[in-house]
């Protein structure tokens, strides 16, 4: 599964499939993100994967007019989709077992329909806030 949450509305688009994720599903992605005819300018914040700093992507986000913003490696908890992704394995995966397949994928699907109702907005209030602490005059020893 890849996604892409709105930052300020916390709207969601995903991409399923039932094998890897790769430059094409990337591309579909931002195929859907496209289709959504946002008037203002759309920048998608990107993990370090290989597969999305593939040419085909970059290419597709052009063609789109998506500007992708690539997040410094190791930095998953600035990425607002991975704190979700986090959140549905704590409520669907943490010490549950699925006898098959089409039932695990049910059981995040209906997770992931409840991200923009009522029952998940307070837990999902504080995770996905857009204030990060920083830090001045660091230093690594």
């Not at 203002?40 to 290989?50: I, Q, R």
């Amino acid at each position: 599964m890849l996604g892409a949450i709105h930052a300020k509305t916390h709207g969601l688009v995903t991409v399923v499939n039932d094998s890897y994720v790769n430059s094409h599903s990337v591309c579909e992605l931002l195929e859907k993100i496209a289709g959504l005819g946002y008037s203002n300018p759309v920048t998608l914040v990107m993990d370090n994967a290989a597969y999305q700093h593939a040419r085909i992507v970059r290419t597709k986000a052009e063609s789109l007019g998506i500007e992708i913003l690539y997040l410094p490696p190791y930095s998953p908890n600035l990425n607002l989709i991975e704190r979700l992704w986090k959140f549905v394995k704590k409520k669907c995966l943490y010490s549950k077992y699925y006898a098959t397949f089409p039932l695990f994928r049910a059981a995040i699907s209906e997770c992931l329909d409840k991200v923009g109702e009522s029952e998940y907005e307070q837990e999902l209030k504080s995770l996905l806030t857009l204030k990060f602490q920083s830090f001045k005059n660091v230093q690594i020893v």
